[in-house]
């Protein structure tokens, strides 16, 4: 740790980044309406002076050092609150991958906005978030994060309602704000225990702490983060927030804003007492889950993808309290490409419909999958990219996302230990994301891209500007641009020589059968229904179906085959086979039923019978609220007292 | 206490005798009529027999009136208005309860009246009382903003709020400070054994005879009287609050609003027109002033206090009649925009030139 | 007799509050809240507090109490029914609120007041104007600066100077 | 019992069943009324401690406490109005915009 002077340093670099998005948010103020078409332009050339710029800084000296540097904001009672930088290859990452996001954003943003109304203030706004972002990704100090924590969150309120006029637009804006202002409450709550018992606010003074309250201050911290990357029980947000505009969905909700949550927590992991990571293992592996689950049953494509974006923000959450902080941390940084690059896709084919229909009369919900179809071959360049970032989603080898999943499942498999322990259960909730999140992607892509075509109508590729961006982010799923330190570059080669340990190519190679098996299922499952029924939920018909098929299939042609070689003798057991047959298919179907069904069903009864106990003390109302306030208030002061 | 209660009650229940008259005859010879004239001597005890017919009248309840709060509004009416009266001084040796901040309770006393109002109104369940009700309580609140501020102008003169001492202040009973005429002591005038109406307030300070302008439109409104009547307009709102009312319980609302008027007339001559002292100045030998206040102690030093307090008083209230019967009823919109728009700046500009006068003169 | 005035105010703030929380007329609830707030007036004037007194009468009784009130008759459409209300959590209010009660008393050690000489003297009101002047004219200032937001903020929220069309 | 502690429980009664109010009544007029009561509780022990004291503090700190009570019901009430002239209701629970139909 160093620390150095201001101006020998990257530290002006530093400011500098931080100020051009502040500067391009200022810039809407002074652009008029009539001169609309500069607001573009300015601020995309100031986020690419901006993404040079942060180049300079991440390239500039040894990349592992941590850097510091601080002045005193202010004092109170004798303890000083500073304001400053910290940059460390966490932050030095994380500072690449929001410029280039961004910056991509802006330039794919030109395209898609064209033609929309609130131009200028649609750009001073990314540029006020981007600004937000850096700005929390480079502090210091925890009450500093907490200002841009909040910053990121009102400049996501402003641009998930951008498009106020629709009154779902704006209650998807409020309800995201509301919400993060839940976990803003508990972000704010552990701050406060901070500085009580640990008399600095400091991100590098924090781990040296060791006090009772140390939990305390975890779980209220960490409910900050439940809300900011819409974990379990504070996620419904997110698939509400696709309500915005798609390049805003690509930056905020899958690649910058919902990671700073699993940004902060990698930033003050070494607080965490244990207590604090089973609640974080937990709490992510049930998000994983449910979100890898909900993507299976949504239609439009916005909501798959932001279902898919709340599991794979669960699966690094679940990284991070189960001992795997590293993968979970270049988990984050390939996310954000591939799921970017994703959402700009899905903007590319939105984009796309929505010009073909321009003209026709029949109004057609162009997000919809059910909608959608036969899209190969109209959009090669965005199918390419689709294809590409989807395998890196599903974690195909070759693809970033198959590096960073294997880390963390190798880890985990470390952690989990051979005995049998609660923590086995929380690696098969990894395990049932690892075999889930194919079979989605599958869905997704066999619905927009195979079939045939929905609509008889003029659908062109979108133009240059927007499919550069996409090419550029598909580019890094598929290369191992965001693995920029060197442990990173570590793991890349020990993705070719499985050296690190016994279990690792086993692991490899169990997760690329997993893999195998989601892809042959969703084959299967997704080819033979026609493209437009309804599906409710996913079941485990499929395999049951598959079953069936093939015995009966094998079953009738040896009965065939017997029945040309002697009737007479083996009739009888022929037909005994076939009763044999029927009967096992009874029982199958029964089995089928009762079993399969009444598990499943029980399972979804549970669940919501849980969700409603724990519903009704949230019931909205605010006097109850103020009743339990009260409440804790009153045990509060006994504990205290007594 | 209770020798207040014994002059107070009997003065009121007179004075409204009179005042009703007085109210009949002075709008008939403003309109050029006789007015009463049947009972008794020239219509004398006229207002005797109408009260005399008021209690008689049977004591009516409406059915779908919220009965326990229609009984007690009037009473919530009148109490506090003649709480009021509790804290005048009446004369230099006679202040029932005497307390440093009484002009300060006078204020809190009036704005109380808006609640029986409002009780009145809302337990009449009746859309005309409920209209009078919104009404009365509209404007009793907004001008109590410049009633406010007038008073204030006096207290930044008198430095005190307590009555008395405010009274002492304006006449030759005036002990550790000294009079000086309009308050201007570069003159040398020294009024302090002159006085009679050159000490009065209003005089030992003129821009306060503004202020008492200003004073006099809030109190009528206050006590919403004519042009202010709105609450009970007659010709729109039948008789606004008191639409449901009749009889006894009627009387002692028309008891309360009497009264009303006697306590801000009360209040303003105590503020600005020399409370209980004499009106004649003393000059030279020729000392007036002294004859007509009676030496402190003797029986006439009450007398003469009393005397010239009530007689000023009962001016002012004629000034209030001769108002009424003069100006006509203005519309809600002019009343607020008057008070809001007029009476509060020009009263805030009034109490700056006062503090200014008071500090550098 | 003052003892005797002190405890009179004292049961009847007791009963009017008794009112509100069995009452459930709100009307009933904001005439019982004004005999509440009156005798708390009358025995703040029984504690040497006679210009807290006026002014709980003045601010409170002529000025909050009319507003709650005109409040009560604005959300009630003029001369309907009477407004009455539900109530809820009864269970959990009453053991939280006797909780909180019990709580406080049991931390509570007894005490008796002593009038200290100083506090009967006679002019209340220049010692506190002085004081607001002197030792607390930063709050003062600043106070008048709320009220003054307060009365254009509530001024403003109440208008209705736009047509809204959210709907 | 001396009359502080008379007083004293009186103003322990008072903030209780203001949060009591606060609590139970289904109606954001009488949730202002119960605020109401908390702050007069406050008031009441203020007046009562300065009672013994040689200055006037505790005078004083009621009497910002009654201004920002003022402002406090004046925004309030003024709030609760503009509701009402929205959503046709002064119940706080049926203002549930946001909240998720099931």
């Excluded at chain 1, 995309?44 to 040894?62: A, E, K, P």
């Excluded at chain 1, 984009?351 to 959009?379: C, F, P, W, Y």
């Excluded at chain 3, 004081?131 to 403003?156: D, K, N, Q, R, W």
Aim: hydrophobic share 55%; charged share 10%; proline share 3%.
């Amino acid at each position: 740790m160093t620390e150095t002077s201001f101006l020998s340093s990257p530290f002006l670099l530093a400011l500098i980044t931080l100020s051009l998005p502040l500067l391009s948010a200022c810039l809407g103020f002074f652009i008029k309406e009539k001169v609309a078409w500069l607001s573009p332009l300015l601020s995309s050339l100031l986020m690419l002076i901006t993404f040079i710029i942060s180049l300079m800084v991440i390239f500039q000296g040894d990349l592992n050092t941590v850097r510091i540097f601080t002045i005193d904001w202010f004092t109170l009672d004798n303890r000083t609150v500073t304001i400053g930088f910290l940059l460390d290859p966490i932050s030095l990452s994380m500072i690449g991958v929001v410029t280039l996001i961004s910056l991509l954003v802006h330039l794919y943003s030109i395209g898609y906005m064209t033609d929309h109304k609130g131009l200028v203030r649609y750009f001073s706004q990314l540029g006020l978030f981007t600004f937000a972002m850096l700005g929390l990704v480079m502090s210091s100090n925890l009450l500093l994060t907490f200002c841009f924590w909040d910053l990121v969150g009102f400049s996501s309120y402003r641009l998930i309602g951008h498009w106020y006029e629709k009154p779902k637009a704006a209650h998807a804006a409020t309800k995201a704000f509301i919400i993060n202002k839940v976990g803003d409450l508990g972000f704010l709550i552990g701050l406060m225990i901070f500085w009580s018992i640990a008399e600095s606010l400091e991100i590098t003074s924090l781990t040296q702490i060791n006090s009772p309250w140390l939990t305390a201050a975890g779980i209220c911290i960490f409910i900050g983060v439940l809300a900011k990357s819409a974990q379990f029980p504070l996620f419904n947000w997110l698939p509400d927030a696709m309500e915005g505009p798609t390049p805003v969905s690509a930056l905020i909700h899958a690649a910058t804003m919902v990671a700073a949550g699993v940004f902060l927590l990698i930033r003050i992991e070494p607080v965490f007492t244990p207590e604090c990571l089973v609640l974080i293992s937990i709490v992510g592996a049930s998000t994983t889950v449910i979100g890898a689950w909900g993507a299976l049953v949504q239609f439009d494509i916005k909501r798959i993808l932001a279902y898919s974006t709340i599991s794979q923000l669960g699966f690094m959450i679940m990284a991070i309290g189960s001992g795997a902080a590293e993968g979970g941390f270049l988990h984050l940084l390939h996310h954000a490409f591939f799921k970017a690059g994703l959402f700009l896709g899905a903007g590319s084919i939105i984009h796309a419909m929505h010009q073909a229909n321009l003209t026709s009369t029949n109004e057609i919900d162009v997000q919809d999958i059910r909608n959608l179809g036969g899209l190969r071959k109209k959009m090669p360049i965005t199918f390419i990219v689709f294809i590409i970032c989807a395998g890196a989603l599903a974690g195909l080898p070759f693809t970033t996302g198959f590096l960073s999943k294997e880390l963390i499942l190798s880890d985990m498999t470390v952690w989990a230990g051979s005995a049998f322990s609660w923590r086995w259960l929380i690696l098969s909730g990894a395990w049932l994301t690892i075999f889930l999140t194919p079979l989605y992607t599958f869905r997704l892509i066999w619905f927009v891209f195979f079939g045939n075509p929905k609509q008889e109508n003029n659908l062109v590729e979108v133009p240059v500007i927007m499919r550069v961006p996409v090419l550029i982010l598909a580019l890094g799923a598929i290369t191992f641009l965001p693995a920029s330190s060197s442990w990173q570059f570590a793991s890349i080669i020990s993705l070719v020589l499985p050296v690190a340990n016994n279990t690792h190519g086993l692991i490899s190679i169990l997760s690329l059968v997993t893999i195998l098996i989601a892809l042959l299922v969703g084959f299967y499952r997704f080819r033979a229904k026609a493209l437009n029924t309804l599906q409710s939920a996913f079941g485990p018909y499929a395999f049951l179906d598959l079953l069936n098929s093939y015995v009966i299939r094998f079953t009738f042609f040896l009965s065939s085959l017997a029945l040309t070689f002697d009737k007479k003798w083996i009739d009888k057991f022929i037909h005994g086979l076939a009763y044999f047959q029927v009967a096992v298919a009874h029982m199958v179907s029964w089995a089928d039923s009762r079993i399969v069904d009444r598990a499943v069903n029980g399972v979804s009864y549970s669940a919501h019978g849980f969700g409603g106990l724990t519903r009704s003390l949230v019931n909205g109302k605010i006097q109850s609220y103020l009743l339990w306030a009260v409440a804790g208030l009153v045990i509060f002061i006994v504990w205290i007292l007594y | 206490m209770i020798s207040t209660l014994f002059f107070i009650l009997p003065l009121l229940l007179f004075y409204t005798v009179i005042v009703v008259y007085a109210e009949r005859k002075i709008s008939a010879f403003m309109q050029d009529r006789l007015g009463p004239m049947e009972v008794g001597y020239y219509g004398l005890l006229q207002t005797v027999a109408d009260l005399l017919k008021l209690i008689q009248k049977e004591d009516i309840l409406p059915a779908a009136a919220d009965k326990k709060l229609f009984k007690i509004a009037p009473l919530l009416i009148f109490v506090p208005i003649f709480l009021g009266f509790s804290v005048l001084p009446l004369s230099p040796a006679w202040q029932s309860s005497p307390f440093s901040s009484a002009l300060f309770f006078l204020l809190a006393v009036i704005s109380l009246d808006v609640i029986g109002i409002i009780v009145a109104g809302w337990a009449s369940n009746n859309k005309y009382s409920m209209l009078g009700t919104v009404r009365s309580a509209a404007q009793i609140i907004s001008y109590e903003i410049p009633l406010g501020l007038s008073v204030l102008c006096v207290c930044v003169l008198s430095q005190s709020l307590d009555l008395q001492e405010i009274s002492v202040q304006q006449g030759i009973l005036v002990k550790d400070q000294a009079n000086h005429l309009f308050g201007i002591s570069a003159w040398g005038v020294d009024t302090t054994l002159t006085g009679g109406f050159i000490t009065w307030n209003v005089f030992r300070m003129p821009v306060l005879f503004f202020v008492w302008i200003i004073f006099f439109i809030a109190s009528l409104a206050e006590s919403n009287r004519a042009p202010f009547d709105l609450p009970e307009a007659e010709s729109e709102l039948v008789a606004g609050f008191q639409t449901e009312y009749s009889g006894s319980r009627w009387a002692i609302i028309m008891l309360a609003e009497y009264a009303m008027m006697l306590l801000v007339s009360f209040i303003g001559v105590i503020l600005f027109w020399g409370s209980w002292n004499t009106p004649l100045p003393n000059m030279g030998s020729f000392t007036l002033a002294d004859w007509t206040t009676g030496s402190p102690g003797s029986i006439s030093f009450q007398v003469w206090g009393i005397f010239w307090l009530v007689s000023k008083t009962l001016f002012t209230v004629a000034l209030q009649i001769w108002v009424r019967w003069t100006y006509p009823r203005t519309r809600l919109d002019q009343l607020t925009s008057l008070s809001w728009k007029f009476l509060t700046p020009v009263a805030l500009l009034l109490l700056i030139i006062c503090s200014l006068w008071k500090l550098l003169l | 007799m003052q003892e005797f005035v002190l405890y009179l105010f004292i049961v009847a703030s007791v009963v009017s509050i008794l009112i509100i929380i069995l009452n459930r007329n709100v009307f009933y609830a904001a005439l019982a809240l004004l005999v509440c707030l009156i005798s708390l007036a009358g025995i703040y004037a029984l504690l040497n507090a006679e210009f807290l007194a006026i002014t709980q009468l003045l601010i409170y009784v002529g000025g909050v109490m009319v507003l709650i009130i005109f409040g009560i008759m604005l959300t009630n459409r003029i001369s309907g029914k009477p407004l009455y209300v539900k109530s809820q959590n009864w269970i959990a209010g009453i053991s939280i609120s006797v909780g909180l009660c019990a709580m406080i008393v049991y931390a509570y050690t007894p005490m008796t007041l002593q009038t200290s000489s100083a506090n009967t003297a006679e002019n209340h009101i220049q010692q506190i104007g002085k004081e607001l002047m002197s030792t607390y004219a930063a709050p003062f200032e600043l106070s008048g600066i709320l009220l003054l937001v307060c009365l254009v903020g509530a001024a403003l929220t109440a208008s209705s100077f736009k047509k809204n069309t959210h709907g | 019992m001396a009359k502080s502690d008379i007083l004293f429980y009186l103003a322990t009664f008072l903030f209780c069943s203001g949060l009591l109010i606060t609590f139970t009544k289904q109606n954001a007029i009488m949730i202002l009324v119960g605020i109401e009561l908390m702050l007069n509780a406050a008031n009441l022990n203020l007046v009562v401690f300065n009672y013994q004291k040689q200055n006037l503090d505790g005078q004083l700190f009621a009497l910002f406490i009654i201004l920002v009570a003022v402002c406090e019901a004046a925004v309030g009430i003024a709030i609760i109005l503009k509701t009402y002239h929205f959503y046709h209701t002064s119940v706080p629970d049926q203002i549930n915009e946001l909240k998720e139909k099931f």
